[in-house]
């Protein structure tokens, strides 16, 4: 079965730095890959998507993510993070069955300091 | 063109009650995907519909239940409401292609006293 795991479930920066959080995937084989951003108390908005290609995919906002095959990695980085970035980020990939759903991982927090 | 909408925003019952959530996906979407987010965890797989017709079920009992309307439209149903079942009810919609993009909705608050 899928699965998507997030390590890191609270991670703080100070503005202006930069950013990676990490997610690591199974899968059964070469999988779509999803980051989503969700502001407290709101819905889920895509950040950027891989569906093949270029393994370097850049999203809205400044992020961008590589998707490494050998290491089963799709982490999400900012060059400069501002404060507006503090929400909570999900990884996510296609279920197995019913593949138009999604999988997600269990988010990683994001703090930023002044 | 509007994004993916829900109702209620904020939904107040009582164990053993019955609640019903509604969704409106994207214009030209034939997708709908419902999805549970208890606090603090990643979103977790209820229902999809396709073409007014179930493609998946996740790990959720009986007491769940949903249907998609001839527009698209979906709603999702939950008998007998348990503490447990507090959250926020996520709605997402796609085209229908193999595997696209899910765009959400703001979701709906379920509180069981």
């Known amino acids: 079965a899928q699965s998507v795991t997030q390590p890191d479930i609270h991670i703080t920066v100070s503005e202006g730095a930069s950013l990676e959080l990490r997610c690591n995937y199974s899968?059964?084989?070469?999988?779509?890959l999803f980051w989503y951003v969700q502001s407290p108390g709101q819905g889920l908005q895509l950040l950027l998507k891989?569906?093949?290609?270029?393994?370097l995919v850049q999203g809205i906002k400044g992020f961008e993510a590589e998707f490494k095959r050998s290491q089963s990695s799709f982490n999400l980085r900012k060059p400069s993070v501002h404060w507006s970035d503090a929400a909570e980020y999900f990884c996510?990939?296609?279920?197995?069955?019913?593949?138009?759903?999604?999988?997600f991982g269990s988010g990683t927090r994001l703090q930023v300091q002044p | 063109d509007a994004g993916v909408t829900q109702s209620p925003t904020h939904l107040i019952k009582t164990r053993g009650q019955q609640v019903t959530l509604r969704c409106s996906p994207i214009?030209?979407?034939?997708?709908v995907s419902w999805y549970q987010q208890v606090l603090g965890q990643g979103p977790q797989f209820i229902f999809q519909?396709?073409?007014?017709?179930?493609?998946g079920r996740g790990n959720f009992p009986d007491r769940f239940s949903a249907r998609q309307f001839p527009n698209y439209s979906s709603e999702l149903n939950v008998n007998a409401l348990l503490l447990g079942d507090s959250a926020l009810y996520l709605c997402?919609?796609?085209?229908?292609?193999?595997?696209?993009?899910?765009?959400f909705g703001p979701g709906t608050r379920l509180t069981v006293l």
């Open positions: 214009s030209g979407h034939k997708s």
């Open positions: 891989y569906f093949s290609g270029d393994t």
């Open positions: 899968y059964g084989a070469t999988p779509y």
């Open positions: 519909y396709y073409e007014k017709e179930e493609r």
């Open positions: 997402a919609s796609s085209l229908g292609q193999f595997t696209d993009t899910q765009y």
């Open positions: 996510a990939v296609p279920r197995m069955t019913g593949r138009r759903a999604l999988t």
